[in-house]
Each structure stands twice: as C-alpha cells, then as structure tokens.
C-alpha cells in the first residue's frame, strides 16, 4: 500500500516562505509522477503544480507560476513544493498526490493516491 505524508505547513506571514515535503512509501518512488494541490475552506479543490517521474519536466498553475518550485529527490523518495512571496489568499491546506506510472497533470482524478494534507495559513 503506498502511504504520502506531508510535512511543513505552518503559519507564515505574506510575503514570507514556506517549504512542504511528502514523503512516499510501498512502492518504487520513481514510477509516479507526482502532483501538489490545495483546497481553501469552502472551495473545491485546486491543482497546483506536478513534475514528471524523472524530475526533467514540472508544470504550475497560473495562481503560483513564478512563486513556487516543485522538485523531487527519488533517492529519498520525496516530493517538495517551495511556496515562496506568499500570499493571504495561498491559505488552504495543501495535500500531495501520486499518480503510478501516469504523466500526472493538472486534474485531481488522475491521482489515485493522496496525503492527509497539511495546513498552510498565510496573514496579512
């Protein structure tokens, strides 16, 4: 059974950073693409950002382009979104998603498997 546990949320105030890990166990870290997403209090929930199985090619939403960095260390079969000028409106909990052997991409149905996610508050 594959298991994502992310680690980092906390709070910060705007125009500060951030760093979330998942980290991923069961199975071949290297065969999943992998995906960020989050979900803000009565909102549905939003990709936003993946990287292929390899780590050569990454893809944002327009809301973080610019601001975050996702990256993967397969050698320590972890996934790690770098949220950096951080906005109130970032605020949501943040949960990582594994997509096996798939290209992952930007729709939450690709994913079979997910995090308990992680909270991230931003302040004004």
């Known amino acids: 059974q594959v298991q994502l546990v992310e680690s980092g949320g906390g709070l910060v105030q705007a125009g500060g950073s951030l760093k979330l890990s998942c980290a991923v166990s069961?199975?071949?870290?290297?065969?999943?693409?992998m995906g960020w997403f989050r979900q803000a209090p009565g909102k549905e929930r939003e990709f936003v950002a993946d990287?292929?199985?390899?780590?050569?090619?990454?893809y944002y939403s327009d809301s973080v382009k610019g601001r975050f960095t996702i990256s993967r260390d397969n050698a320590k079969n972890t996934v790690y979104v770098q949220m950096n000028s951080l906005k109130p409106e970032d605020t949501a909990v943040y949960y990582c998603?594994?997509?096996?052997?798939?290209?992952?991409?930007?729709?939450?149905?690709?994913?079979?498997?997910w995090g308990q996610g992680t909270q991230v508050t931003v302040s004004s």
């Open positions: 069961g199975r071949t870290f290297s065969l999943y693409a």
């Open positions: 998603a594994a997509d096996f052997l798939g290209a992952g991409g930007s729709s939450s149905q690709q994913y079979k498997y």
């Open positions: 990287i292929n199985r390899s780590g050569t090619s990454t």
